[in-house]
C-alpha cells in the first residue's frame, strides 16, 4: 500500500487514498501504530499538497472512512484540523467541493465537531466568496442547523433573529445565498420558511420601530440585539462577539445596515418560496407572508424617501397586491411622473409601478417620447409639424431651417432636458430588471413596436441634426446620445428593422441579409452618410462605437457585415489622424476593434475571416496599441508634472 500512494500512476494513487483509510478502520487494532502514522503522515502531509486535484479530492473522500472508528479518534481529530483550512480553501473546485462533502460527515459524531477545526467567520467567508454553485449547497447543508434551529417555544423568535443578525454582521452575501438555497435543497418546508421568515421580520420590526422613535421606552436587559443571552450561538461566533466587544456594542449606523440586511435576507427566503405560495394547498401561508409584509412595509414607510433601508420597502412593495401597498402606489407614480425620483432607488421605483399597473407606465412613456420626438423635429424640420399653407409652401423651398431667424428657430429649454431624459430612463430600467423585461416581452410586445418606431423617427431626426453647424447649442447631446443607445438596444430585442426613408433605396442583396446583418449595415450606412457630410464630433464617435460593440456581442454576424465594420474602423481611423488630442477615441475605437476580431474569430466563413483579420485587423489594432501607449505615456507625464508643481 505504500509504493501505492506514492505511485507515478494517477488513478494507482488515487485508488489507493480511498481505500487505504478503509483498510485502516477495519482493522486498526491489528496495523502497527508506526505503519498507521506513516500512511497517515503521507495522506496528510504530502498527498493533499498533490499537484494534481484528483489526488487531492481522493484525500478528503478517503479520510472521512475513518470517522466511524473510535479507536482513530485522536488522529482523525489531528488530521482533519489540518485538512479542513487546507481543503476549503483550495483553488480547485473539485477539491473544495470534496472537502465540505468531508465536513458534512461530522454531522452526528458524538466528539469531533465543526468548530474545532474550522472558525465560522471562515465558513461564512468562503460562502461569500464562493462562486461554484455545488460548493455553495454544500456550504449552505454546513451551516444550516448552526444558523436555523429547530422550534422551541418561547426562544425561537428572537433566537433565530440573532442568530441571522450575527451572520449579517459578518458577511451579507453569505446571508442571501444561504437563505437562497435552504428552500430548494429541501432543508426546509414552506412551513417552517414562513416560521423563519417570522423570526426575522419581528426581529427587525423591534429594531426599526425604535430606530424610527415609534417605540417608546426600552432597556438593555429586553432589547433584541443583547446577544449575551444567546443559547448555543456565543461560542459559535465567538471571535466575532470579541470584536465587537461582546456582540452588542455597535453604533446605529451599524445596527440599521446589518438590520436592512436581515430583511433583504427574508426577502429573499420569500422570492424562493413565492411561486410554490400560489399553490392552493398554500392558501393560508401566502395569507400570512402578505400580511407580514403589509405589516413591515407600513413600518419601513416612516423611514425618509432617500434612507438606504427604502430599497428593500420597494422590492417588497412591488411584490405585494395593489390594494395592499395603501398610499405608496399613487407616491411612487406621482414621483415618476413629475420625474421627482431618487436615482439611488430609481430601478425600484420602476419595478414597483411596473409591477402594479406596466399600462400607466408604458403610457408615461409614450407621453415622453412623443414630446422628445416633437422637439427635435420642431430643430430639424420645423415645417413638418405646422399644416399651415404658408408653412407647406415654405417646406417646399430650400432648407426653411437655414433661411429662418435665429430668433423664431425653436431651442430646447433646459429645463425640460430631464424631462425628455426620462422616457428614456424608463425603457432602459425596464429593459434590464428581469422581471419586468419579461412581463414587458410577454404581454406587452405591441408597446415594444410602438417605442421602436418612435425612436425611429427620432434616430432619423438626429442624423440630420448632425448636419446643422452648431447642433450641441439646438438640441441637448446627452438625450440625443441616450435616444441613439435605446434605439438599438430595442432592435437588437424586438429584431425591427428600421424602414426606409422616401428617397433611399435598398438593393435586393441588403434585403436579404440575416436580420443581425441588417441591424448593424444599417447603423454603419447611418453613421457613414454623417461622417460624409461633416466630422462628428468625439463624443458622436464614441457613441457610436459603443452601439457597434453592442451589435458585434449580440449574436452571429457574416464576414460580409464584419468586412464592411472594418472598413469603418480604417476610416474612422484615418480621420482621427488629422484630429489634435484624439486620444479618447483611439482608445475606444482600439477595444471595439479587439471586439470585432473576436466576432471574426467566431465567425463560420474562416477562411474570409481570417483574411480580414490578417488584411485589416491586425495592422489596425498595432497601429492603435502604439498611439494609444504614446498617449498614455504622455497622459502620466503630465500628472507627474502636476504633482511635482503641486510639491513645489
Known amino acids: 500500500m505504500d509504493r501505492m500512494l506514492m505511485d507515478d500512476c494517477v488513478p494507482i494513487r488515487v485508488f489507493a487514498l480511498k481505500m487505504v483509510p478503509r483498510h485502516l478502520c477495519a482493522h486498526w487494532e491489528i496495523f502497527p501504530r508506526e505503519l498507521i502514522k506513516a500512511y497517515l503522515s503521507k495522506i496528510v502531509d504530502c498527498l ?19 470517522l466511524p472508528r473510535a479507536d482513530a479518534l485522536t488522529a482523525t481529530q489531528r488530521s482533519l484540523e489540518i485538512l479542513a483550512k487546507r481543503g476549503t480553501n483550495d483553488k480547485t473546485e473539485k477539491v473544495r467541493l470534496s472537502a465540505f462533502r468531508m465536513l458534512n460527515k461530522l454531522h452526528g459524531h458524538r466528539y469531533i465537531k465543526l468548530l474545532d477545526l474550522i472558525p465560522m467567520n471562515n465558513l461564512l467567508l468562503r460562502l461569500d466568496f464562493e462562486h461554484s454553485k455545488s460548493v455553495q449547497r454544500e456550504i449552505v447543508q454546513l451551516l444550516f442547523r448552526p444558523f436555523i434551529p429547530k422550534h422551541v417555544d418561547g426562544i425561537d423568535y428572537m433566537e433565530r433573529f440573532k442568530r441571522i443578525f450575527l451572520m449579517c454582521k459578518t458577511s451579507r452575501n453569505a446571508s442571501f445565498h444561504l437563505h437562497h438555497l435552504i428552500y430548494p435543497q429541501k432543508l426546509i418546508g414552506i412551513e417552517m420558511a414562513v416560521h423563519h421568515i417570522r423570526s ?31 443559547s448555543g450561538i456565543s461560542t459559535m461566533m465567538e471571535e466575532v462577539q470579541q470584536k465587537n466587544g461582546g456582540g452588542g456594542d455597535i453604533d446605529e449606523q451599524t445596527k440599521l445596515r446589518v438590520t436592512k440586511d436581515v430583511l433583504d435576507s427574508s426577502i429573499v427566503l420569500w422570492m424562493a418560496i413565492r411561486y410554490d405560495l400560489f399553490n392552493a394547498k398554500n392558501a393560508k401561508y401566502n395569507l400570512e407572508m402578505i400580511r407580514m409584509m403589509s405589516s413591515i412595509l407600513d413600518t419601513l414607510n416612516q423611514f425618509p424617501d432617500d434612507s438606504a433601508i427604502m430599497d428593500s420597502a420597494l422590492v417588497i412593495a412591488s411584490q405585494l397586491p395593489k390594494d395592499k401597498v395603501g398610499r405608496m402606489f399613487l407616491c411612487i407614480k406621482n414621483k415618476i411622473e413629475e420625474d421627482n425620483v431618487n436615482q439611488q432607488h430609481f430601478l425600484h421605483y420602476v419595478e414597483a409601478l411596473a409591477a402594479w399597473d406596466m399600462n400607466k407606465l408604458i403610457s408615461i412613456i409614450e407621453i415622453g417620447l412623443r414630446k422628445l420626438r416633437n422637439a427635435l423635429v420642431a430643430i430639424t424640420d420645423p415645417s413638418a409639424l405646422s399644416a399651415t399653407p404658408l408653412s407647406s409652401r415654405r417646406r417646399l423651398e430650400t432648407n426653411p431651417y437655414r433661411e429662418s431667424p435665429p430668433s423664431k428657430r425653436v431651442k430646447v429649454n433646459e429645463n425640460v432636458v430631464g424631462e425628455f431624459l426620462r422616457p428614456l430612463e424608463l425603457i432602459q430600467t425596464l429593459i434590464s430588471s428581469p422581471l419586468a423585461s419579461e412581463e414587458l416581452k410577454t404581454n406587452f410586445t405591441v408597446h415594444l413596436d410602438g417605442f421602436f418606431e418612435c425612436l425611429s423617427v427620432i434616430h432619423k431626426q438626429f442624423g440630420k441634426l448632425l448636419l446643422l453647424p452648431g447642433w450641441e447649442q439646438k438640441f441637448s447631446p446627452q438625450v440625443l446620445f441616450s435616444a441613439y443607445e435605446t434605439f438599438n438596444i430595442l432592435a437588437l430585442i424586438t429584431k425591427r428593422i428600421e424602414e426606409p426613408s422616401r428617397r433611399e433605396e435598398i438593393n435586393e442583396a441588403e434585403l436579404n441579409l440575416p436580420t443581425n446583418d441588417r441591424l448593424l449595415y444599417n447603423e454603419l450606412k447611418w453613421f457613414a452618410d454623417v ?18 460593440d453592442l451589435h458585434l456581442i449580440a449574436g452571429q454576424l457574416s464576414y460580409l457585415i464584419l468586412n464592411e465594420t472594418a472598413n469603418m474602423f480604417i476610416k474612422l481611423k484615418e480621420i482621427l489622424e488629422d484630429i489634435y488630442n484624439a486620444g479618447p477615441v483611439e482608445i475606444a475605437l482600439r477595444k471595439s476593434v479587439a471586439c470585432l476580431k473576436e466576432a471574426l474569430l467566431n465567425c463560420d466563413d474562416r477562411e474570409q475571416a481570417n483574411k480580414i483579420i490578417q488584411n485589416k485587423i491586425d495592422p489596425l489594432l498595432d497601429y492603435l496599441e502604439e498611439t494609444t501607449l504614446v498617449e498614455e505615456i504622455d497622459e502620466q507625464q503630465q500628472n507627474e508634472r502636476g504633482e511635482r508643481s503641486d510639491d513645489e
Open 200 to 230: 426575522l421580520l419581528l426581529g427587525v420590526k423591534a429594531i426599526l420601530k425604535k430606530s424610527a422613535g415609534i417605540e417608546n421606552g426600552g432597556n438593555d436587559t429586553t432589547d433584541v440585539l443583547n446577544m449575551s443571552n444567546i
Open 531 to 548: 461622417v460624409k457630410e461633416t466630422r462628428p464630433t468625439f463624443n458622436v464617435m464614441k457613441m457610436f462605437l459603443r452601439c457597434v
Open 48 to 66: 493533499s499538497l498533490d499537484a494534481l486535484p484528483e489526488v487531492r479530492a481522493a484525500v478528503y473522500e478517503g479520510i472521512g472512512n475513518l
